[in-house]
């Protein structure tokens, strides 16, 4: 028996190009501001210090502030996952959702199937290589609304790749249960076999109506309503 569905956000609850077309052109534009206005603050202090130290062992080179950020915008066109990056895009996401410039994108038919999972006595989680902290800024400032007292679990890539079995298997033995007591929803074919080869059921999710695998495939929540 299913106790717990777990789900994806990138293509399952969320549209694939919020990140792309909303968040990263968001940091792009608000990055020059943010950094000059909070330099002194400890945790943007300690991003530009990382940055400098980067590119000093990368290319030798010691670059002053006006640098440090042209260069951060160039990492986020190249997509590049560096930690002090991320710490300064986290803020600055939480600067605008928190103002209203923004909202997380949710698909319309994700709160009443979290809600039907609720009342029928199940848990909702979330599984996403966002970190836990960027989930909950987009679930939490969503454009349907708060729905985070909805949901009990957020899991990031600390527990493992999502092409990997083995981070499945840690987020079941994390909340006590066994792998097929959990059913797993993504768009992506490789995440869930990981998952399905851990024991979990799945289900894929294809908003774009062309599925693209082997695996049972919905278009959007309302047609698993009823097998809750
Ligand atoms: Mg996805």
Redesign the pocket.
Known sequence: MIKLYLF?????TTD?NFVHKVLFPYSSEAMEKFVLEHQETPAVKSAIDEVKKTVKEEENKDLGLKEIINQLLFWIKEDRKHPALKELQGLIWNNGYINNHFKGHVYPDVQPFFKKILTAGFKVGIY??GSVKAQKLIFGYSSEGDLTPLISWYFDTKVGG?REKASYEKIASEVNLKPEEIHFF???TE?LKAAQTAGMSVTQ?ARDNNPKSEFNSISSFHSYMERI
Request: no cysteine; charged share 35%.
């Open positions: 994806d956000i990138e293509g399952t694939i996403s290589s999502k993504s768009d992506i995440e999710v």
